[in-house]
């Protein structure tokens, strides 16, 4: 199962960006879809994470700013991201897991993409 991630950019604080990721491959059924992020120099983080049955959740620094929401029809997920901060510059990646056609358990990576934040 391959994820490709898109959406990336640079963007004035304040500003708003959405990222998606798209899951393909041989899937049956997908769990869990997330956003993480790794800043330089840090180690990667979840940002948000959203469940099978739709139930979300959010790392304390990006709540009330950012919405994960999901496709099931399209096997993607998207990260909507407002107001941000030079503090959210970063590599986003995307992670699901699930089920795929052979009955085999997955969890598969994104490649990442870039958000740069100006202050």
């Known amino acids: 199962v391959q994820l490709q991630a898109s959406g990336g950019g640079l963007v004035q604080a304040g500003g708003s960006l959405r990222l998606s990721c798209a899951a393909s491959?041989?899937?049956?059924?997908?769990?869990?879809m997330a956003w993480y992020r790794q800043a330089p120099g840090k180690q990667r983080e979840l940002v948000a994470i959203?469940?099978?049955?739709?139930?979300?959740d959010y790392a304390h620094s990006v709540k009330g700013r950012f919405t994960i929401s999901r496709d099931n029809a399209r096997n993607t997920v998207y990260l909507q991201m407002n107001g941000l901060k030079p503090e959210d510059t970063a590599v986003y990646y995307c992670?699901?897991?699930?089920?795929?056609?052979?009955?085999?358990?997955?969890?598969?990576w994104g490649q990442g993409t870039l958000v740069t934040v100006s202050s």
């Open positions: 959203i469940y099978s049955r739709g139930t979300t």
């Open positions: 491959g041989s899937i049956a059924s997908i769990n869990n």
């Open positions: 992670f699901a897991d699930g089920y795929s056609d052979n009955d085999q358990d997955f969890d598969s």
